[in-house]
């Protein structure tokens, strides 16, 4: 039984979707829980409560994770509030979809920022506290998609393949100081994420998932809690995939 008492847990984009999922599978396992959210707070103070309606102590923090100065803010808070953070989850993340050929760039740099930049910073802003504690669990949302590409989805792709690039290059960098560094890949997870999908488009992604199911937020939120764990010790610089059998 996984047990993550005493642990503390940032979790960026924790107000919505898979985030929310992942805070509340973590305040479960007994882990102090701090999340990020970029504008809704309404969401952010509801899995607050969400949290401590399990038990666990948790807090949300305004962080634009694709600007240094709050990402710093929001590390400072959560070791000011709990000590010291354990574990991070790089959850935050958009999408801004067309082809290539119509993909304005203004949607190409808003997507990196978001989602690779907000992960190289906030891995960052943690790296050396988890050092110095030897001790560190870091799970960054990856995707489907960051492997295997997708139409309509360059900008996406390219973040999420990154993500895994820089996974895999932190996880060598920290492997011999306690501190793991994995990825998950998400197939397609009902959220707000994938609730403008057309219909069509649904109908397609579904028959080409084995499992004959769309994935929920806590299919996830539990495999990002195993890697946060003291059983997956042994286990670093790998990408899961969440996916009913997607991306085999
Ligand atoms: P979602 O429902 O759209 O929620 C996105 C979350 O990220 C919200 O909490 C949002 O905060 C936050 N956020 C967005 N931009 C941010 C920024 N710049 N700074 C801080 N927080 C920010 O998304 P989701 O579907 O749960 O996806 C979560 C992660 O899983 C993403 O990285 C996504 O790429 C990945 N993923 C999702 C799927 C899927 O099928 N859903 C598949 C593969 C991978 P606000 O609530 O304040 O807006």
């Known amino acids: 039984m996984m047990d993550l008492a005493g642990k503390t847990a940032v979790v960026t984009g924790g107000s919505r979707g898979i985030g929310r999922a992942v805070c509340l599978e973590l305040a479960r396992h007994g882990a102090n829980v701090v999340l990020c959210y970029a504008g809704n707070e309404a969401a952010a103070n509801e899995t607050v409560a969400a949290c401590e309606a399990l038990g666990a102590k948790a807090l949300a923090v305004q962080c634009d994770v694709s600007d240094a100065a709050q990402v710093q803010a929001l590390m400072d808070a959560a070791a000011k509030a709990f000590g010291a953070i354990h574990i991070l ?13 119509t993909m304005k760039e203004a949607d190409f740099d808003a997507v990196l920022a978001a989602n690779l930049k907000g992960t190289f910073l906030c891995m960052k ?14 799970v960054n949302l990856s995707s489907v998609v960051g492997l295997r590409g997708n139409a309509g989805q360059v900008n996406y792709a390219a973040s999420k393949a990154g993500v895994i690039g820089m996974t895999k290059s932190l996880a060598k960098e920290l492997a011999s100081r306690g501190v793991t560094v994995n990825a998950v890949a998400p197939g397609f997870i009902e959220t707000d994420m994938t609730a403008a999908m057309p219909e069509a488009a649904k109908t397609a992604t579904l028959s080409a998932i ?14 990002v809690a195993f890697l946060a764990s003291d059983e997956a010790a042994y286990i670093t610089g790998q990408v899961l995939a969440v996916d009913g059998g997607m991306s085999m």
Request: glycine share 10%; proline share 7%; net charge positive.
């Open 89 to 101: 989850v790089n959850n935050a993340g958009i999408t801004r979809d067309g082809l290539l050929m």
């Open 125 to 138: 802003a943690v790296s050396r506290p988890m050092m110095k504690q030897r001790y560190g669990r870091i």
């Open 210 to 223: 084995p499992m004959s199911r769309l994935g929920a937020p806590e299919d996830v939120a539990r495999a």
